[in-house]
């Protein structure tokens, strides 16, 4: 039971972000409220999986905390734990399956289904990761989250794909900073727009903002009276990415304002 426990959490961490689209409605149409009524554990256990089988995520959470709350010494309560965490991410209550994986760690840290815990954790803030015009500190929460089930579990499929979603989570930060600096440059505040700028190209020279963080550097160098920098900034944009409009709107910027400057 065991090990048919671990291949069943195994194959639906890597779903999990499909799931996530079923409509969890079924769920809260029959609400997560469960009644009282003492049942052996075994039947406790198999109705809360049946009723995540059949889509009642929210009615499945509630049976598996039943199953930890009438049963709490027995082995199916510590898998109860972790499936309630898990059904609660699909019916998209993050905050519950966040805090119940959270629990199943601080109690069993080192039992063979903690890299899952954390993985589903990691899952569980990434979903949240909003537009970059708002507030990023879902975004970072799932990035340190993340790159925590990297760093515990590097050989396992669960930080393969936290490895991608890492890649993602950098592209929507830059983002974040170049539209923070190009709010800044648009109210004149040069200086202030440069350090985000900045930060993206040295936080995340990998992501696909990087051409446009050189060029608005080539600007703000510009504006602030930096001719050699907006000169540098510009030949790097031409080594690293020649074929871009950025290096062609670079390019005319620096030969109309600082022709014949030399990068320092």
């Known amino acids: 039971m065991a090990t048919m426990f671990s291949s069943r959490l195994a194959r639906a961490a890597l779903l999990a972000a499909t799931l996530a689209t079923i409509p969890a409605c079924a769920g809260k149409t029959e609400g997560a409220d469960v009644a ?24 499945a959470a509630a049976l598996f905390d039943e199953v930890e709350r009438q049963h709490p010494y027995s082995p199916w309560a510590r898998r109860a734990q972790l499936m309630s965490a898990f059904s609660y991410y699909i019916a998209r209550d993050y905050n519950k399956a966040i805090q119940n994986a959270q629990r199943f760690l601080s109690i069993h840290p080192g039992n063979k289904d903690a890299p899952y815990a954390y993985y589903l954790i990691a899952l569980s803030y990434y979903e949240q990761i909003s537009d970059v015009n708002r507030d990023q500190k879902i975004t970072e929460q799932a990035q340190t989250a993340l790159r925590e089930v990297n760093r515990r579990f590097p050989q396992t499929e669960y930080a393969a794909d ?17 539209e923070i600096g190009r709010h800044y440059q648009r109210m004149g505040l040069w200086l202030a727009a440069d350090m985000r700028f900045r930060n993206v190209i040295e936080k995340f020279d990998t992501t696909s903002h990087t051409p446009e963080a050189l060029y608005r550097l080539t600007e703000s160098s510009l504006a602030l009276g930096i001719p050699a920098e907006a000169v540098k900034y510009a030949a790097v944009l031409g080594a690293n990415y020649p074929g871009t409009k950025w290096y062609e709107k670079a390019y005319k910027l620096v030969n109309k304002h600082a022709e014949g400057v030399t990068a320092s």
């Open 36 to 59: 009282y009524v003492a049942r052996d554990v075994e039947s406790l256990y198999a109705e809360a999986q049946r009723r995540l089988d059949r889509g009642n995520t929210l009615v």
């Open 162 to 178: 936290a490895r991608l979603k890492l890649d993602l989570v950098a592209d929507h930060l830059a983002g974040k900073e170049m």
